[in-house]
């Protein structure tokens, strides 16, 4: 135990900590209640603070809900239950003789070793500045002066000397190794976001500089690494709806007393109705038409409308699927059941339908003036629309009598918009005009999406 | 029931199975704290092994509710005995009406189902309910009461609360999301894919044939299948398969045609073999 952490160990600064971390996981929207504190802080008691690591999944089992709560938990605990400042024992390290330790310990893949080389080399290599206030760390300039990402050749001889082995899983040993960097470099990242922390105030640093989980994560703004979470929030959410839509129209198929046949039954037991006869319901199948803009303006948007497709296509029998950019084309045919590609899909959709004219802007007057026509009787009294897109017409006519048509004819229409209602309407957006129309509701994460698509779907 | 994390570890290994920190902890503060334990992950990576690997640790019995759409209250509580209740009814013609009702709503026609049965008795017991994603939300409302008061309320019989509470042990697919209201009465623990180190160690425990160099290739493959975006990575169970099959094939080494010969141990989706022949140069002889 090193003297942090034993003067972490006392009495109320405990209960400070463990408040302030509580504090700061509600802010990235991590309901937490008194009771599952209260239960923290008995985990606390009981684990008490010789490892570091037992502390986390301790309060982690009590703190937490989901597996998705996790990337948020674990750079928030970083910054409340830090380990100790700096590395025991040894002062500012040389350059070359700290890279022959990484690699070292990136060779027998030491994930304890690595966090203490990460503490050291942020020690040594991350400060910056001298006068107070203009002073801090950073990652970036200790991972340029180390450049743990050049070690790979060199590991991987001290590997193949070392184990001789040249087997088949040799050639996995460039990613193992590959991985491993990547490993030490997120220590980095996260030892010197502490140590900002600890000059700057850990409450605001917890509250700007952890990542919102995946299904909180804009659409439009989602990177890649983001857009891979999101579609694990994705799929899963597809089949979920599909089991809740059963249950529904399970429930929906009891209850209500068909009377004629009843009464015609009763006739056998002299008039006295002696079971009632229950009115059978034809299951109405729900028909669904999704309408997707697949321009650039919403790419990531898009690649994740692609996954929904996909993963609807994949649950409900009588799903068409038209993509426009400014025309539209129907794309259902290229979709294939369980293969869960988004990436091949778009690539697909763009290659193989026709979705764009002179010009590579959408335009949603000309798409859905288009739709209407050449498509309209795809939808029909028992069909629920959804449009996904932004509305953007480019300053083009958005064509309402093409959208108030294709309203009258369907059984109900949903415009799911990834943008923000506040920016509804703002340049060249035609929402509040189409909003008119049909029912526009804000879609901008896989939450918000969630709630949404269950609440909508038709029974 | 354990004196430490590091006992808990002990005494799970003791039986076979080998915990991450992250489950040995869980598992201390589960016994200590007197909550149930919500165990989410990937299927086949020991959520249900591990209940029963704590019930053999306290020599208790494992009751389980195996959970599935439509499974409901009695079910999963308690019925009443009706064949023999008639049975009795017509047995006794001559009772006046309240002394048969009261003796037909007595224990002896009560036919206790898993969360009944779990609490009542002295002797230590372990319930397990299995996939409570697979259960409707009626059933969840259910499970709350049971497992915050540790009581059952029977109208004819009154309440029954548990002497000796169970050690309780929910899994999830997360194939529907688990209410707020049950998530925050349980501890929650993640069970993800194991360390390289630890899923080594689990193949040494589970298929000790099988040579440790070979076993180490075993892990480290099934980890680069890990990595790719596949539809159904490998779990430890499939990796336990692979190392059997591995073994009853008489490879003792591992190279292009052993692994493209077994690869269907081990991935489930005929793209996934593709798309991981393809990475791995399986095709490239």
Known sequence: MNARSAEAGSGADVAERLTGLVQALRSHGVRIGTGETVDAARALALL??????????????????????????????????????????????????????????????????????????????????????????????????????????????????????????????????????????????????????????????????????????????????????LRRAVQPLARKLATRLAARRRKAARGSIDLRRTVRASLSTGGVPMRPVLRRRRPARPELVLLCDVSGSVAGFSDFTMLLVQALHDQFSKVRVFAFVNRVDEVTGLLVHGAADADGLSARIRAEATLTGWHGSSDYGVALGEFTQRYGDAVGPRTTVFVLGDARTNMSDPNLPAVRQLAERARRVHWLNPEARSQWGTGDSAAPEYAELVEMRECRNALQLGALISRLLPV | MFTSVDDVSARLAETGYLASPAVATTVFLA???????????????????????????????????????????????????HAKQ??????????????????????????????????????????????????????????????????????ELGTITATRRPFVVLTSNASRELSEALRRRCLFLHIGFPDAELERRIVRLKVPELDTALAESVVRVVGALRAMDLRKVPSVSETIDWARTLLALGADTLDETVVRDSLGVLLKHQDDVLKASAKLDLDAL
């Open chain 1, 48 to 229: 008490g603070f010789t490892d570091r690591e037992l502390l986390r999944e301790g309060l982690a089992a009590t703190l937490l809900h989901g597996t998705d709560q996790r990337p948020v938990f674990d750079p928030v605990f970083e910054l409340y239950f830090p380990r100790g400042v700096g590395a025991p024992g040894t002062g500012p390290a040389k350059r070359d003789e700290l890279r022959d330790r990484l690699a070292a310990a990136l060779a027998a893949n030491d994930r304890a070793l690595l966090a203490r080389l990460a503490a050291e080399a942020v020690d040594g290599f991350g400060g910056y500045g001298s006068s107070p206030g203009s002073d801090g760390w950073s990652s970036y300039q200790t991972l340029d002066r180390l450049r743990p990402q050049t070690l790979l050749a060199r590991v991987r001889d001290s590997l193949r000397e070392g184990g001789g082995e040249t087997g088949f899983a040799d050639r996995l040993l460039d990613d193992e190794i590959r991985g491993r960097i990547e490993e030490f470099r997120r220590l980095v990242g996260a030892e010197a976001r502490r140590r900002v922390a600890e000059r700057r105030g850990r409450d605001e640093i917890a509250r700007r500089a952890v990542a919102p989980t995946a299904d909180r994560v804009d659409f439009l703004l989602a990177g890649r690494t983001q857009l891979a979470e």
């Open chain 2, 31 to 81: 016994d200590r704290l007197g909550k149930p334990l919500l165990v989410e992950g990937p299927a086949g990576v020991g959520k249900t092994e591990l209940a029963k690997a704590v019930a053999e640790i306290a020599g208790a019995d494992l009751i389980r509710l195996q959970c599935y759409e439509g499974v409901d209250e009695s079910r999963a509580l308690y019925e009443w005995n």
């Open chain 2, 86 to 155: 008639l049975l009795r009814i017509s047995a006794g013609r001559d009772e006046t009406w309240d002394a048969a009702r009261t003796d037909i709503f007595s224990e002896e026609f009560l036919l206790p189902r898993p969360l009944l049965t779990a609490i009542r008795g002295d002797n230590p017991k372990v319930l397990l309910i299995d996939e409570t994603d697979k259960a409707d939300v009626e059933v969840e409302g259910l499970l709350l009461e049971v497992l915050s008061d540790f009581q059952v309320t029977v109208p």
